[in-house]
Protein backbone atom coordinates (compact mmCIF):
# COMPACT_ATOMS: atom_id res chain seq x y z
CA UNK A 1 0.00 0.00 0.00
CA UNK A 2 3.08 2.33 1.07
CA UNK A 3 4.10 1.75 -2.33
CA UNK A 4 0.71 2.92 -4.37
CA UNK A 5 0.47 5.82 -1.92
CA UNK A 6 3.71 7.24 -3.58
CA UNK A 7 1.98 6.94 -7.08
CA UNK A 8 -0.26 9.94 -5.62
CA UNK A 9 2.94 12.62 -6.34
CA UNK A 10 4.06 11.47 -9.16
CA UNK A 11 0.49 10.76 -10.93
CA UNK A 12 -0.41 14.60 -9.46
CA UNK A 13 2.77 16.29 -10.65
CA UNK A 14 2.44 14.45 -13.93
CA UNK A 15 -1.51 15.87 -14.02
CA UNK A 16 0.13 19.47 -13.47
CA UNK A 17 -2.03 20.09 -10.34
CA UNK A 18 -1.35 21.09 -6.52
CA UNK A 19 -2.27 19.77 -3.64
CA UNK A 20 -5.14 22.31 -3.29
CA UNK A 21 -6.72 20.86 -6.50
CA UNK A 22 -6.48 17.51 -5.48
CA UNK A 23 -7.87 17.70 -2.35
CA UNK A 24 -10.77 19.59 -4.11
CA UNK A 25 -11.05 16.64 -6.25
CA UNK A 26 -10.98 14.38 -4.07
CA UNK A 27 -13.20 15.86 -1.47
CA UNK A 28 -10.44 15.58 1.47
CA UNK A 29 -8.16 18.20 3.24
CA UNK A 30 -4.91 19.84 1.86
CA UNK A 31 -3.07 19.10 4.39
CA UNK A 32 -4.03 15.67 4.32
CA UNK A 33 -2.38 15.23 0.79
CA UNK A 34 0.44 16.70 1.84
CA UNK A 35 0.87 14.50 4.83
CA UNK A 36 0.42 11.39 2.62
CA UNK A 37 2.64 12.59 0.26
CA UNK A 38 5.60 13.27 2.67
CA UNK A 39 4.71 9.80 4.16
CA UNK A 40 3.97 11.64 7.49
CA UNK A 41 0.39 9.66 7.63
CA UNK A 42 -1.48 6.24 5.99
CA UNK A 43 -4.76 7.46 5.15
CA UNK A 44 -7.97 5.35 5.46
CA UNK A 45 -8.78 2.74 3.23
CA UNK A 46 -11.70 5.16 2.06
CA UNK A 47 -9.53 8.32 1.77
CA UNK A 48 -7.17 6.67 -0.29
CA UNK A 49 -9.59 5.16 -2.79
CA UNK A 50 -11.59 8.68 -2.93
CA UNK A 51 -7.95 10.48 -3.76
CA UNK A 52 -7.49 7.79 -6.67
CA UNK A 53 -10.34 7.95 -7.92
CA UNK A 54 -9.81 11.86 -8.30
CA UNK A 55 -7.10 10.93 -9.82
CA UNK A 56 -8.21 8.81 -12.10
CA UNK A 57 -11.03 11.31 -13.31
CA UNK A 58 -8.41 13.95 -13.71
CA UNK A 59 -6.55 11.82 -16.07
CA UNK A 60 -9.25 10.96 -18.13
CA UNK A 61 -10.23 14.31 -18.44
CA UNK A 62 -6.94 15.22 -19.91
CA UNK A 63 -6.25 12.37 -22.77
CA UNK A 64 -7.30 13.42 -25.75
CA UNK A 65 -10.61 12.18 -27.24
CA UNK A 66 -11.70 11.28 -30.67
CA UNK A 67 -13.94 14.34 -30.95
CA UNK A 68 -11.03 16.55 -30.61
CA UNK A 69 -8.83 14.96 -33.61
CA UNK A 70 -11.61 13.70 -35.67
CA UNK A 71 -12.19 15.90 -39.17
CA UNK A 72 -15.62 16.52 -39.33
CA UNK A 73 -15.52 17.11 -43.31
CA UNK A 74 -16.47 13.27 -44.27
CA UNK A 75 -16.55 12.48 -47.81
CA UNK A 76 -18.22 8.89 -48.93
CA UNK A 77 -19.02 7.56 -52.26
CA UNK A 78 -21.62 4.88 -52.57
CA UNK A 79 -20.79 1.27 -53.48
CA UNK A 80 -22.40 1.84 -57.13
CA UNK A 81 -20.22 4.55 -58.25
CA UNK A 82 -17.98 4.10 -60.81
CA UNK A 83 -14.05 3.84 -59.93
CA UNK A 84 -12.81 6.31 -62.51
CA UNK A 85 -15.25 8.75 -60.56
CA UNK A 86 -14.06 7.81 -57.07
CA UNK A 87 -10.20 8.37 -58.10
CA UNK A 88 -11.95 12.05 -59.63
CA UNK A 89 -13.06 12.95 -56.46
CA UNK A 90 -10.61 11.41 -54.32
CA UNK A 91 -7.66 13.80 -56.59
CA UNK A 92 -9.99 17.38 -56.02
CA UNK A 93 -10.66 16.38 -52.47
CA UNK A 94 -6.80 15.50 -52.13
CA UNK A 95 -8.17 12.67 -50.29
CA UNK A 96 -5.67 9.18 -50.36
CA UNK A 97 -9.04 6.78 -48.77
CA UNK A 98 -12.61 6.70 -48.64
CA UNK A 99 -15.13 5.56 -46.93
CA UNK A 100 -18.08 3.07 -48.91
CA UNK A 101 -22.02 3.85 -48.31
CA UNK A 102 -24.63 1.40 -49.34
CA UNK A 103 -28.20 2.11 -48.20
CA UNK A 104 -26.60 4.81 -46.16
CA UNK A 105 -24.42 2.51 -43.99
CA UNK A 106 -20.99 2.13 -44.40
CA UNK A 107 -20.13 -0.80 -46.02
CA UNK A 108 -16.82 -0.54 -47.22
CA UNK A 109 -13.32 1.69 -47.89
CA UNK A 110 -11.58 2.64 -50.76
CA UNK A 111 -7.70 3.90 -50.70
CA UNK A 112 -5.24 4.90 -53.37
CA UNK A 113 -3.56 1.37 -52.30
CA UNK A 114 -6.77 -0.66 -53.30
CA UNK A 115 -7.16 1.20 -56.46
CA UNK A 116 -3.37 0.80 -57.35
CA UNK A 117 -3.74 -2.63 -56.54
CA UNK A 118 -6.56 -3.15 -59.42
CA UNK A 119 -5.04 -1.25 -62.24
CA UNK A 120 -2.34 -3.66 -61.90
CA UNK A 121 -4.52 -6.64 -61.88
CA UNK A 122 -6.47 -5.06 -65.07
CA UNK A 123 -6.14 -1.95 -66.17
CA UNK A 124 -8.33 -1.86 -68.82
CA UNK A 125 -11.20 -2.57 -66.67
CA UNK A 126 -10.92 0.90 -64.37
CA UNK A 127 -13.30 2.33 -66.96
CA UNK A 128 -15.77 -0.29 -66.09
CA UNK A 129 -15.12 -1.32 -62.13
CA UNK A 130 -17.69 -0.05 -59.20
CA UNK A 131 -16.76 0.27 -55.58
CA UNK A 132 -18.28 -2.33 -54.23
CA UNK A 133 -16.26 -4.77 -56.68
CA UNK A 134 -12.67 -3.58 -54.95
CA UNK A 135 -13.76 -1.96 -51.94
CA UNK A 136 -11.99 -3.42 -48.68
CA UNK A 137 -13.57 -3.92 -45.42
CA UNK A 138 -15.39 -1.01 -43.78
CA UNK A 139 -13.35 0.90 -41.18
CA UNK A 140 -13.84 0.65 -37.60
CA UNK A 141 -16.45 3.21 -36.05
CA UNK A 142 -15.79 4.60 -32.11
CA UNK A 143 -17.29 6.91 -29.90
CA UNK A 144 -16.13 10.64 -30.24
CA UNK A 145 -15.11 9.86 -26.83
CA UNK A 146 -12.71 6.98 -27.34
CA UNK A 147 -9.33 8.24 -25.89
CA UNK A 148 -6.04 7.79 -27.80
CA UNK A 149 -4.26 4.91 -27.04
CA UNK A 150 -7.54 2.88 -28.58
CA UNK A 151 -7.29 4.94 -31.26
CA UNK A 152 -3.68 4.48 -31.97
CA UNK A 153 -4.11 0.70 -31.34
CA UNK A 154 -6.87 0.98 -34.06
CA UNK A 155 -4.77 2.99 -36.36
CA UNK A 156 -2.02 0.52 -36.44
CA UNK A 157 -4.32 -2.25 -38.43
CA UNK A 158 -6.72 0.53 -40.22
CA UNK A 159 -5.94 3.00 -42.58
CA UNK A 160 -8.36 5.64 -40.75
CA UNK A 161 -11.09 5.49 -38.16
CA UNK A 162 -14.85 6.49 -38.64
CA UNK A 163 -16.22 8.42 -35.55
CA UNK A 164 -20.03 8.28 -35.01
CA UNK A 165 -22.99 8.75 -32.40
CA UNK A 166 -26.14 7.06 -32.02
CA UNK A 167 -25.38 5.62 -35.90
CA UNK A 168 -24.42 9.51 -37.30
CA UNK A 169 -21.27 10.08 -38.49
CA UNK A 170 -19.92 12.97 -37.04
CA UNK A 171 -16.00 12.70 -38.43
CA UNK A 172 -13.18 10.86 -39.90
CA UNK A 173 -9.38 10.26 -38.60
CA UNK A 174 -6.84 9.27 -40.59
CA UNK A 175 -3.11 8.39 -39.28
CA UNK A 176 -2.48 12.08 -40.73
CA UNK A 177 -4.82 13.36 -38.63
CA UNK A 178 -3.24 11.85 -35.43
CA UNK A 179 -0.27 12.46 -36.69
CA UNK A 180 -0.84 16.10 -37.07
CA UNK A 181 -1.98 16.39 -33.03
CA UNK A 182 1.44 14.95 -31.73
Given at each position: MIENLQEIKRMRKNLGINQKDLAAQAGVSQSLIAKIESG????????????????????????????EIMNKKVVFVKANDKVK??????????????????NEK?????????????????????????????????????????????????LKESQLILVAEKGETKGIISKTDLLDRI
Open positions: KLDPTFTKAKQIFRALEELQEKEEIKAKEIIAIMKRKGISQVPVLKVCGLITEGTILKKLVQNPEKINYLRAEEIMEDAPPIVSPKTNLKILLEL
